[in-house]
């Protein structure tokens, strides 16, 4: 992967989205709560896997938009855990985008995302419980 700014993503891509004209705010730019969307969609896909079971998420913290977000360009969220509680997983979400017609990798957002594992109740569950 070319990396604009020879930086290169953190953790495990878990979604890919085409940025499109819905998705824009009233300036044309991708807007930032579609992004941020996108985002925690990617970081339940992973807390959920690891919980085996559903997660909610519970606090979304430190985010930074890094560059803008246009259509056309392609969304990668990559996420890694940073720390994992007995009912809680939290996640560094990062999003990668590739710009139309380039070759080249750039972050433009990045946040840290909390999940709960709960049980058909929603209540929190243990997650070495839901593993076993």
Avoid at 43 to 48: F, N, T, V
Avoid at 97 to 109: G, H, L, N, P, V
Wanted: glycine fraction near 8%; charged fraction near 25%; hydrophobic fraction near 35%.
């Amino acid at each position: 992967m070319d990396v604009c700014n020879m930086e290169k993503p953190c953790g495990e891509m878990m979604t890919r989205t085409l940025c499109m004209p819905k998705d824009t705010n009233p300036s044309g730019d991708i807007f930032g709560g579609w992004l941020l969307c996108e985002m925690d969609n990617a970081g339940y896909l992973l807390a959920s896997r690891i919980a085996g079971g559903r997660t909610v998420t519970v606090a979304i913290d430190a985010m930074e938009f890094h560059l803008p977000v246009f259509v056309g360009d392609t969304i990668g969220c990559y996420c890694e855990v940073v720390k994992q509680g007995k009912t809680s997983i939290t996640i560094k979400v990062e999003a990668w985008i590739k710009r139309q017609f380039e070759d080249c990798y750039a972050k433009a957002t990045e946040g840290v995302f909390t999940f709960v594992s709960v049980d058909e109740n929603r209540k929190p569950r243990s997650i070495e419980t839901s593993n076993a």
